[in-house]
């Protein structure tokens, strides 16, 4: 089965610039992940999608990042405007619900974004 | 919320040794414990997990161990090749279906030399 999609895969802004990420999950999967991952860091979850609906937003930062899953299936992730500490890979990943009531997570290649 | 410790940080060892990295989790109601392997440049892939009602897991030349009473859980890699070289997270996870989240460790990079 394909994988998870993300584009672009790189992006070079300036700081109060805008930019969004886009991400594909893999088809039937119902949850999608957005993870913030700081160089020599473990990825950080900033928002969790269970369909259309968020299940949890609790670290993102809401005053200048948004995300929407509007049809259930494909999201973007947006940070208006752009600070230097949001320099990071930002990671999507989807999962299936297994009959365990256990989620495997998997993840897109990320997009690396570096603001100047 | 859920704190993931992991150590070391870095960790070098010659081909053909075994390697261990551990983790400990504050949260006694975590249930789920995978392991990811990221290599430079690349997405996190899962590579072996265990759940709560198990102690041990093994997978060919990978090994998984839980320690519930202690909270924590290690990775065992046997007989390491240059290809085992890489960022590995640990990460638990508390809850099922759409409640569950994973909380990662900080990473372990295992460099195999020759």
């Known amino acids: 089965e394909a994988g998870v999609a993300q584009s672009p895969r790189y992006k070079i802004i300036e700081k109060r610039q805008s930019v969004a990420f886009w991400c594909n999950p893999i088809?039937?999967?119902?949850?999608l992940y957005w993870y913030q991952q700081i160089l020599g860091q473990g990825p950080k979850l900033l928002i969790q999608?269970?369909?259309?609906?968020?299940?949890?937003d609790s670290q993102l930062p809401k005053d200048r990042f948004s995300a929407e899953r509007l049809k259930g299936v494909d999201s973007t992730l947006k940070i208006q405007p752009a600070k230097l500490e949001d320099s990071a890979v930002y990671l999507c990943?989807?999962?299936?619900?297994?009959?365990?009531?256990?989620?495997?997570?998997?993840f897109g290649p990320g997009t690396r974004l570096l603001v100047l | 919320g859920e704190n993931v410790e992991q150590h070391p940080s870095t960790l070098s060892v010659q081909e053909g040794d075994s390697a261990v990295i551990k983790c400990t989790y504050s949260d006694s109601a975590s249930n789920y414990f995978p392991w990811y392997k990221q290599e430079l440049g690349k997405r996190p892939q899962l590579i072996i997990d265990?759940?709560?009602?198990?102690g041990e897991k093994k997978d060919q030349r990978i090994a998984v161990t839980l320690n519930k009473t202690a909270k924590h859980f290690s990775l065992h890699i046997t007989e390491t090749q240059p290809e085992d070289s890489a960022v590995y997270f640990c990460a638990a996870s508390i809850g099922t279906g759409t409640a569950s989240k994973l909380t990662f460790g900080t990473g372990t990079r295992l460099q195999v030399t020759l």
């Open positions: 265990i759940r709560s009602n198990v």
């Open positions: 999608f269970q369909n259309n609906g968020v299940v949890d």
């Open positions: 990943a989807s999962s299936s619900l297994l009959m365990t009531g256990q989620e495997t997570q998997y």
């Open positions: 088809s039937g999967h119902a949850t």
